[in-house]
């Protein structure tokens, strides 16, 4: 198998900016690493938050994308169990120091040091990549490349905000009906759960579509839902959300914010909040949460709803997404021809 020695890649140069379709080296394989041949990549709204200036130390020239589906292509030294021809797939959590008190407590999730596919590290909006193959994950066979790559955040960062719900959960709000809504509400049907879809007001189309995958219910994220909720996930990076939530939960339910970015949140009274209700962030994903939604994924059987971009469409696929113009996820399909 030849390797070229440069691919096309879709490369943020500045925040703020569109992306720029460059021709860059190929990668080589540092101990440990694989060298990936990518065939699809999701498209995430923390990828909009980069290109969009909103995360703090972005070490430009960067490539985003962090939920790569590839076929490994090359080893560095150090790398025993992968072999050539594998498909695996890349999530944002790219790598950790495993010695500081985070790792040491098993929250990896929360290393002082981590470095994050498409942020910290280049990503998956190119023709190749470069990955720590202890973070990389193989692909259940259910899935064909593009249907696989939602799964990598939309996926994980859904099933670890539904995990932080609580007990005793039977109806589940979620706000922000996009790539991750779409994911937990199938869970959350096939565990028996009473989804409640909150979208922009009027999103007429969101809202059949939540309801198409099970959703008792689907209404603006101003309305008051029929019933009182267990709890809810916030995935819209809307603050005010925030307070409607916590109105909408009952004593002991939690709210969960699956973002990494968000709005403000207006001040709310204590109120709303008492009755030990508990308000808390998502942050990353271990490696445990890939190992068990890659798991249960075919089992239940999870379907993603894709949206096909050509790579080079990147910067269209993420204004669809700004403007709130997707149906579930958005991925880019990507050749080497
Ligand atoms: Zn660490
Ligand atoms: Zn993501």
Redesign the pocket.
């Known amino acids: 198998m030849t390797i070229p020695e440069e691919m096309v890649a879709m490369v943020l140069p500045e925040t703020r900016r569109p992306l720029e379709r460059r021709t860059v080296a190929v990668p080589t394989p540092g101990y440990g690493e694989v060298l990936l041949r990518i065939t699809a990549c999701g498209v ?1 709204r ?1 990828d909009l938050h980069l290109v969009d200036g909103e995360l703090p130390d972005v070490p430009l020239p960067i490539i985003p994308g ?2 790569i589906v590839g076929t490994v292509v090359a080893r560095g030294d150090g790398v025993p169990d992968l072999r050539q021809g594998t498909r695996i797939g890349v999530p ?1 959590l790219g790598w950790t120091c495993g010695s500081c008190r985070y790792c040491l407590m098993g929250r990896e999730n929360l290393c002082d040091q981590a470095r994050f596919t498409g942020y910290t590290l280049n990503g998956g909006f190119a023709q190749y990549a470069v990955a720590d193959q202890r973070y990389c994950f193989t692909l259940p066979d259910h899935y064909d490349d593009m249907a696989a790559a939602p799964l990598l ?1 939309a996926g994980l ?1 859904g099933y670890r905000s539904y995990r932080m719900c609580g007990d005793g959960l039977d109806r589940l709000g979620i706000y922000g009906f996009g790539a991750a809504a779409h994911i937990v509400a199938q869970i959350a049907v096939h565990q028996g759960r009473d989804v409640y879809a909150f979208t922009r007001s009027g999103d007429v189309a969101a809202q059949d579509f939540a309801l198409s995958l099970g959703a008792v219910w689907a209404g603006g994220s101003n309305d008051r839902p029929p019933e009182e909720l267990d709890a809810a996930i916030i995935f819209a990076p809307v603050g005010p959300l925030v307070p409607a939530a916590l109105q909408a939960v009952r004593k002991g339910g939690t709210v969960v914010c699956g973002g990494i970015h968000m709005s403000d949140i207006p001040s709310f009274p204590y109120s709303i909040l008492w009755g030990e209700r508990s308000l808390v962030s998502v942050a990353n994903l271990e490696r445990r949460d890939a190992e068990e939604l890659l798991a249960i994924a075919p089992e239940i059987p999870l379907r993603t709803e894709v949206e096909p971009f050509m790579l080079e469409d990147a910067n269209e696929a993420l204004s669809r997404l700004r403007d709130g113009r997707l149906t579930g996820a958005a991925v880019l399909r990507i050749g080497t021809e």
Do not use: D
Request: hydrophobic share 30%.
């Open positions: 995430c923390t962090h939920q944002w955040c960062i």
